[in-house]
């Protein structure tokens, strides 16, 4: 079960996007694309074939990087795996985490200083994305704060609505960042946090972990390259950052602080509403000479395989606790990264496919459709789940679902009940959620030949370079006439 290491993981942002450029999968734009909306047009336009360097922006001498990871095997490579292997090394990086290391001396993200008159948007580019998000938004930046109980860091990505020179408004959903702020607030204080942008893909992927609280994602970090995360003490505060990164902001998180946040096209492609949410304060903002500035375009693939390749990872793991011949997962890109399953399973007897799904169902709220099939078929290939469910599925039999459960309540469907004049009473039902299950196995036994796939001996072993070669002139006189 241990990982095959093919290469090594690369070890810095800018490794990785001159290996890209060197195999023609960063393109350059012109000089001086829009921020607002047509940068994120031309990343959305090379979505999944090639990242995108944005010289100049609006004349901002700080360029924009994007999608650089936004293929699963470009991932795979990035962290020096075969495909393959991305799940397992993940879940062994989890489980074996690497304490970072404090550098001594100047850090490369501290080379330029900003800490007087702080003007975020003159500092940093910063795109406004979709038609309707309310202005500039920061979606890639690394948001790091130490629990103020234990002081052991957090690590999270949060959108951040950038409304004032030193303002933002964060999306903080109930989980460790939001835990670590009700704390500070509770006791009428700030919570310190600093945000990171533009860090190596092995760091990004890594701060997605699925972990307990008080367990460092920066130190899944160094699990994953191999080796301890340089880190470096922020100047405002004592929360540590990826001495590494291109650009840092430093502030706090204020307490008993709330301003109007969204909308915000998020990753379902629907907007998030407008609401009141958790403002960060700017102290400072630091970065390398000629930093890079990444955005992250919402609900194109770097945004939904940056989410989903850790949680595949964490259900896995969770799967097979009680069911050990669970032998893969994928969370469908159609599904946007969360809410769609495909169960990889060796099934041994009747029925342990429906137990599958309803595991599946208590493993995370987000989950709402899941597809057990066996294990000649490849979940990563939705096309191949599509051919289970076509034939060996029955929905009389084979289909479980269960209403009224807990859901997403980014998935507008959602939202029931609601009638004509916005009654806000009805607001209360969104993200109650079906769960649907489809046991597409087909059974332990069967007659000869029923459900054996089709195949032709040889084909796995045709060698194009030795088999085939390019048609030519001639060739037409000769065999086509
Ligand atoms: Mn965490």
């Given at each position: 079960m241990t990982p095959q290491h093919t290469n090594s993981p690369v070890s810095s942002l800018r490794d990785w996007l001159r290996h890209l450029g060197a195999s023609s999968r960063l393109a350059v734009a012109r000089d001086g694309v829009r921020l607002e909306h047509e940068l994120a047009a031309i990343a959305k336009r090379l979505d999944g074939r090639q990242a995108v360097l944005f010289p100049r922006?609006?004349?901002?001498e700080v360029s924009v990087v994007s999608g650089?990871?936004?293929?699963r095997a470009w991932i795979a490579e990035a962290l020096g795996v075969e495909e393959a292997q991305l799940l397992p090394r993940f879940r062994e990086a989890v489980e074996r985490p690497v304490p970072w290391a404090e550098v001594s001396g100047p850090a490369p993200c501290q080379e330029v200083r900003h800490?007087?008159?702080?003007?975020l948007r003159r500092l940093l580019p910063i795109p406004t994305h979709?038609?309707?998000?309310n202005g500039p938004y920061i979606t890639a930046g690394l948001a790091i704060a130490r629990n103020p109980d234990s002081g052991v860091q957090n690590v999270s990505i949060h959108r951040l609505q950038v409304h004032a020179p030193r303002r933002m408004a964060a999306l903080l959903l109930p989980r460790h960042l939001q835990a670590f702020h009700r704390s500070a607030e509770g006791r009428d204080q700030a919570l310190p946090v600093a945000i990171a942008i533009g860090v190596d893909p092995v760091t990004m992927l890594a701060s997605q972990a699925i972990l307990p609280i008080d367990h460092d994602e920066l130190e899944v970090a160094g699990a994953l390259h191999g080796t301890p995360l340089r880190v470096v003490k922020c100047l405002t505060s004592e929360v540590r950052v990826p001495a590494d990164a291109e650009i840092i902001i430093e502030g706090r998180l204020l307490p008993h602080t709330r301003e109007l946040e969204g909308p915000f096209g998020e990753f379902p492609r629907y907007y998030s509403e407008r609401a009141y949410r958790e403002v960060i304060e700017v102290d400072a903002v630091t970065h390398r000479r000629n930093p890079l500035f990444h955005t992250i375009v919402p609900a194109e693939m770097e945004h939904l395989l940056l989410g989903s390749i850790p949680r595949e990872a964490s259900l896995l793991s969770l799967l097979q606790r009680s069911h050990p011949r669970v032998t893969d997962v994928h969370l469908s890109v159609g599904g946007v990264g969360r809410y769609h399953l495909y169960v990889q399973f060796d099934k041994k007897r009747e029925g342990e496919a429906k137990n599958v799904i309803l595991a599946a169902f208590g493993a995370h709220y987000d989950i709402k459709q899941v597809v057990v099939v066996d294990t000649d078929v490849n979940v990563h290939d939705p096309a191949e789940v599509e051919w289970a469910v076509a034939t060996r599925f029955q929905a009389d039999r084979d289909l479980v679902v269960v209403g009224g459960a807990q859901g997403s309540v980014l998935d507008p469907s959602t939202t029931v009940g609601m009638p004509p004049g916005d009654d806000p009473s009805a607001l209360r039902h969104q993200g109650i959620s079906a769960k649907m299950g489809l046991d597409a196995t087909r059974p332990v036994v069967y007659e000869a030949h029923v459900f054996t796939r089709v195949r032709i001996p040889g084909e796995d072993d045709v060698d194009p370079a030795r088999d085939l070669r390019a048609f030519e002139a001639s060739d037409a006189a000769h065999w086509i006439g």
């Open positions: 922006p609006d004349g901002h650089f990871m936004s293929r800490e007087a008159d702080l003007d979709s038609e309707h998000d």
